[in-house]
């Protein structure tokens, strides 16, 4: 059987090894601070490269979304505005505050969060909204943020699938209030685990900074709430390199994605991934959806498909909203988002990354055409 076609396979190269041996011969492995020199450099390289004043480096993209909630002084009896078709880690960061998410549907075609659905589920306990990237393709951001600060709350984009999107020609990271990534070893740049933060506001950042070393202000003196949330010198090296890395890893998987489309455009049974005017799709993900399915026929195709050494994945089956935690302890037992729901029984994700070369390409959309037929 051909070798299995990961969903999602790191780069890693020379030149990474090379720059964790640099980190280890130093002896300076991580600082107190959460601002070692390495940390410090790839920070400012991460700022420049989204066009954002700040970039705050923390230990993972979950850790990036608490702490910015932290940061805006989230808390119990908030609410947060969120989708429920994320990973489970953007609704946990809500809840580790002691707030409440609320879900919101999605958009058919995108499978982000609809802005016409926001509306109706703000109270005045709402004090953000979480809009999440998905696949690689950017949120609809202008309407949000306009929704929003009417209602005097703050926008967090969790941009953990889309590094490199570019929304209206402004780069993702530089058009919400706070920004949040993850460099997880599946992502399309990695540190092995770890995340950032990006906003142009000095207030958020300089509170972001105190929030990742215990609450902090300066050495044994906590000011506020706060965690170990630091990023060490080992992922931050990672991170330098990588990031050198990032236009060429984006051009690969854009490479692919189009000769993806190009060969399955014409199943009748699938609809492929758009990516809308003005928005410029990373490419972490290249999701299909299978028209009229139910989950049982959608996971025969995977499974037949892994069969053939295709790592074919769904993301996601089971809503946040749906999960046993949510319905059960959050109060979500008689919520229902169709769009959602319908995507979830639907979709599922094929392998475009960096490694898949255009033989692997072709091979996938073969096996595609073979087990939609």
């Known amino acids: 059987m051909k070798d299995m076609i990961k969903i999602n396979d790191p780069c890693i190269g020379k030149e990474e090894i090379e720059a964790v041996e640099e980190v280890l011969k130093s002896g300076i492995l991580t600082d107190k601070s959460g601002m070692g020199p390495r940390v410090l450099d790839f920070e400012r390289r991460y700022s420049k490269y989204v066009g954002a004043r700040n970039a705050v480096a923390v230990s993972s993209g979950t850790a990036a979304l608490h702490a910015a909630l932290l940061s805006i002084d989230i808390k119990h009896e908030d609410e947060v505005v969120l989708p429920s078709f994320t990973f489970a880690a953007t609704a946990n960061a809500v809840a580790l505050t002691g707030a409440t998410p609320v879900f919101a549907d999605i958009d058919k075609d995108t499978y982000t969060i609809k802005p016409e659905t926001i509306e109706g589920l703000l109270s005045r306990n709402t004090k953000a909204i979480i809009a999440v990237d998905l696949y690689g393709l950017p949120v609809d951001l202008d ?57 142009d506001d000095d207030d958020y950042a300089s509170t972001l900074r105190i929030v990742r070393t215990h609450g902090e202000e300066r050495p044994h003196s906590v000011t506020r709430l706060g965690c170990n949330y630091r990023m060490s010198e080992i992922a931050a090296a990672l991170g330098i390199v990588q990031l050198e890395k990032l236009p060429s890893f984006l051009e690969k998987r854009r490479r692919n994605s189009e000769m993806m489309t190009q060969q399955l455009s014409t199943l009748g049974k699938l609809v492929v991934p758009m990516e809308p005017e003005g928005l410029k799709h990373s490419w972490y993900l290249y999701t299909v959806r299978l028209r009229g399915a139910n989950a049982g026929k959608r ?53 475009i990354h960096p490694k898949v070369c255009p033989e692997d390409v072709t091979y996938i959309a073969e096996n595609v055409k073979k087990a939609t037929a």
């Open 299 to 351: 996971n025969k195709i995977v499974d037949r498909l892994e069969s053939k050494g295709i790592a074919a994945t769904v993301y996601y089956e089971n809503p946040v909203h749906l999960q046993p935690m949510y319905r059960e302890t959050i109060g979500q037992k008689k919520k229902t988002l169709p769009e959602t729901e319908k995507a979830a029984r639907q979709v599922f994700s094929l392998p």
């Open 143 to 199: 309407p949000i943020l306009e929704i929003a600060h009417h209602h005097d709350a703050v926008v967090i984009e969790d941009a953990a699938q889309s590094h490199g999107g570019v929304y209206k020609n402004r780069a993702i990271g530089s058009v919400a209030d706070i920004t949040c990534f993850s460099f997880y070893g599946t992502k399309n740049m990695t540190t092995g685990e770890g995340g950032m933060i990006t906003t």
